[in-house]
Nanobody, 128 residues
Framework: QVHLVESGGGVVHTGDSLRLSCAAS????????MGWFRQTPGKEREFVAV????????YYADSVKGRFTISRDNAENTAYLQMNSLQPEDTAVYYC?????????????????????WGQGTQVTVSS
């Protein structure tokens, strides 16, 4: 079992920055991929960014490319999402996810169904 806990959300203004953290515990050695998704009321969970254990082959949603940066510290079992130039449309609950089967390929990694474990989410609100 893997347990994920997100932190770092909050209320900010347009153009501000936030850094989300996702701390993993439990069988952390089984985690291959860590990803961030977001969800707003009435909509499906949306892919944001993903990073493998190696740190290579990082993918971003087009909507956040150039503004968000995903990273991970394997020694600390923590993933991060640095969010810059935040916009009101970035307002959502942000979820951290972990995958343990070593999935590959963009089409699989952007699907929420690929991931085995999820955190409880952290709210990010960007006011105009």
């Amino acid at each position: 079992q893997v347990h994920l806990v997100e932190s770092g959300g909050g209320v900010v203004h347009t153009g501000d920055s936030l850094r989300l953290s996702c701390a993993a515990s439990g069988r952390t050695s089984s985690i291959h991929i860590m990803g961030w998704f977001r969800q707003t009321p009435g909509k499906e969970r949306e892919f944001v960014a993903v990073i493998p254990r190696s740190g290579r082959s990082v993918y971003y949603a087009d909507s956040v490319k150039g503004r968000f940066t995903i990273s991970r510290d394997n020694a600390e079992n923590t993933a991060y999402l640095q969010m810059n130039s935040l916009q009101p449309e970035d307002t959502a609950v942000y979820y951290c996810a972990a995958e343990t089967d070593g999935s590959r390929g963009y089409s699989r990694l952007i699907r929420s169904s690929t991931y085995d474990y999820w955190g409880q989410g952290t709210q990010v609100t960007v006011s105009s």
